[in-house]
Structure formats: structure tokens, C-alpha cells
């Protein structure tokens, strides 16, 4: 008994100087911030100088490169604190965290674990997880240019990132960049070279009954229903992780970050940072698109007379096709946050994934 009171006392001891020392880190942090300020202004003004060199620049030009790189000043000085903060103050991670699990639902969980740690692993890279043959099946799964397939994927996705909640911040942010790359490669690039390659097919085999030929085998030949679920579900479901993003956990060092700075100069940091411009900017392609359908169909499908009838018009489904490459092909940006890099400088959070226990840790 003597022996086990002694080992307390020492763990207390070295529990309470252990926190002394992330206390002092902590007030070296604080105490260094504005020389870091300093720092990195004069960094930023040492980029302007040199990028407004050109005494031949236009003012226009002069004025939005100015204006640009102070707007993204404001995220790299962001995110350098948040990466001191998280390299220097001691951040408990329990890496083997067990997952949820009900009993009436063990199965289920399972799956869960099963599904979010192959696709969403806390420990692997893009090189890892090419070589996890699940990862594959699953990345052939989104890509396959099946109407609905991917969507369906993405929603089953979601649902499990979201039960049972909270769901993370950046789980959430990483979904909705994984949904819109996964749609501008499958529904836009792959989409485009298939529908080109069908309408070459069809002029170079069927040249006398072209358009036979295009309505039979063309792009989008057959039903429509699954193309308006691809083509609904792809704005819908990332409106909707989004939408969550509130109700969603924030990392330790991102919170504290945000006490930091004046919430005047801090909106951009909350759930989900810059992420709501992006999604405005998905918001008018789908707008954009949805009225290139509307008038082409209103001028090419005018005989229709039900909206069963419509639906089974070639035409309509050939419109609609198109239509959705276009939304898709406007996606493409959402591939360049996918790059951690630029993701940080987006999103302002902590990188989070899954262990084989179905836990989410950093």
C-alpha cells in the first residue's frame, strides 16, 4: 500500500509538471504572436513587391493581384498557427480508440468500420490506399459510369459518417471534396469521352440511319431517371454534409486558434472555412446548367405532352446528358482542394480518418 501511494504521488507530480510545461508553451506561443505577425508581413509585402514589380502592369491588374494575395495572406498566417499550435502543444491521441458499437447493430458497425477505415484511413496517404485492394474496388465503384452508382456510394458514405454523431469537421469537408472530384472525372471528363466516342460509333457504322442510331446508342439512350438522380443527388448530398457542418466536432487547436482572432477577422473560420464560397460558386454551375437544360429541352422536346412522355423522349435524355457533363465539367476546381495543401488552406482544420475500430482520429 506504502509503494502504490508513493507511485501516485509521482504520477501526480509529473501529470502536474507535464502541464506546467504545455502551460509555458502555450504562453511562448502567445508571447512570440506578434513578432510571428511582423514576420509574415513583412514576408507578404516582400511577395507584393515582387509580383508589382512590372511598372507596365495595369492598374486594374495591380489592384486585383493585390487584393487577391491579401485574402490569401489571411489563410496562410491562419494556418501557420494552427500548425505551430499543433506541433508544440501536446495533443492526447488515442490512435486505437474503440468505435462505436450497438449490440442489436454489431453488424452494422462492422460495416461501418469496415467501409470508413478502407476508404477514409487516419494512417495511409493516396499511395497507402492504392495499394489496399478494397480502396480500389471501392475507387472503381465511384468511377464506374453507372447513373446513380456513385451517387448511391456517396449517400451510404455520408449516412455513415454522420451516425452516429456528432460527425467530424474535416470528415465532413473531405466528403464533400471527394463527391465533386469523383464527379467531375466520372459524370464530366469520363462522361464527355464516352458521349463523343458513341456519336463517332454511330457516324462511322449507322452513317445512313444516324439518328436511329444516336437515339438507340447514343449518350444518354435509355431511361432518364437515373441521370436526374445523378444529376439532383450530386448538389444535393454535399448541400447536406454541409449543412451539418455546424453540428459537427472541431479539433482542440482550431478551437483555440479562433479564440485568438477577432471574430471580425475570423468568419471565414468557422465550420467548414472557406468551403461555403466554393459550394456557391457549385450552386450557380448547377443553376447555369439547369437553365441550358430547360431551354434546350423547352426548344427540342416541345411535342411532349406529359411528363411521362417527356421522360421517354430520347431527346430529353440526350439534353439531360450533356447538361450534366456541363455541371460536372464545372466541378473540376473542387480537384485542386483535394491536394492537402491547398485543403489546409481551405478548410483550416485538423486532418482526421478512420481506424480499422470504426474511431475517428487525428
Request: with cysteine; charged share 20%.
Amino acid at each position: 500500500p506504502q509503494e502504490r501511494g508513493v507511485s501516485a504521488q509521482l504520477e501526480w507530480v509529473m501529470n502536474k509538471a507535464c502541464l506546467r510545461v504545455e502551460k509555458a508553451k502555450a504562453g511562448l506561443l502567445d508571447v512570440s504572436a506578434p513578432m510571428r505577425k511582423r514576420l509574415l508581413e513583412n514576408i507578404r509585402d516582400m511577395i507584393v513587391d515582387g509580383m508589382l514589380a512590372d511598372p507596365d502592369m495595369w492598374p486594374s491588374m495591380r489592384s486585383l493581384v493585390r487584393e487577391s494575395l491579401d485574402q490569401v495572406w489571411v489563410d496562410v498566417e491562419r494556418e501557420v498557427e494552427i500548425t505551430l499550435e499543433a506541433a508544440l502543444l501536446k495533443q492526447e491521441q488515442a490512435l486505437d480508440a474503440s468505435g462505436p458499437s450497438c449490440s442489436p447493430f454489431t453488424a452494422l458497425a462492422k460495416l461501418r468500420a469496415f467501409t470508413l477505415h478502407h476508404y477514409f484511413p487516419h494512417d495511409k496517404t493516396i499511395f497507402g490506399k492504392l495499394s489496399d485492394p478494397v480502396y480500389l474496388v471501392f475507387t472503381l465503384i465511384v468511377i464506374v459510369p453507372l447513373h446513380g452508382l456513385r451517387v448511391a456510394f456517396f449517400s451510404l458514405l455520408l449516412l455513415m459518417l454522420m451516425l452516429p454523431g456528432p460527425a467530424d469537421e474535416f470528415m465532413l469537408l473531405n466528403f464533400i471534396l471527394m463527391s465533386k472530384g469523383t464527379q467531375a472525372l466520372t459524370s464530366g471528363v469520363l462522361a464527355m469521352a464516352t458521349g463523343a466516342s458513341e456519336y463517332f460509333l454511330c457516324h462511322a457504322l449507322q452513317r445512313d440511319d444516324f439518328t436511329t442510331c444516336i437515339e438507340t446508342w447514343g449518350p444518354g439512350a435509355g431511361s432518364s431517371r437515373g441521370q436526374l438522380l445523378d444529376y439532383l443527388g450530386s448538389i444535393v448530398i454535399v448541400w447536406l454534409a454541409f449543412l451539418a457542418l455546424p453540428c459537427s466536432t472541431t479539433p482542440a487547436s482550431v478551437a483555440l486558434l479562433k479564440r485568438q482572432f477577432p471574430q471580425d477577422k475570423a468568419t471565414h473560420l468557422q465550420h467548414g472555412g472557406r468551403m461555403r464560397q466554393l459550394l456557391g460558386y457549385d450552386i450557380k454551375c448547377f443553376l447555369l446548367s439547369a437553365v441550358m437544360f430547360v431551354g434546350i429541352t423547352a426548344a427540342t422536346c416541345g411535342e411532349s405532352r406529359s411528363f411521362g412522355e417527356l421522360l421517354s423522349n430520347p431527346r430529353f435524355s440526350e439534353n439531360l446528358f450533356w447538361c450534366r457533363v456541363v455541371y460536372s465539367i464545372l466541378a473540376l476546381p473542387f480537384l485542386l482542394y483535394m491536394i492537402p495543401l491547398f485543403m489546409k488552406v481551405l478548410t483550416h482544420t485538423v486532418f482526421t480518418g478512420y481506424n480499422e475500430h470504426g474511431a475517428c482520429v487525428a
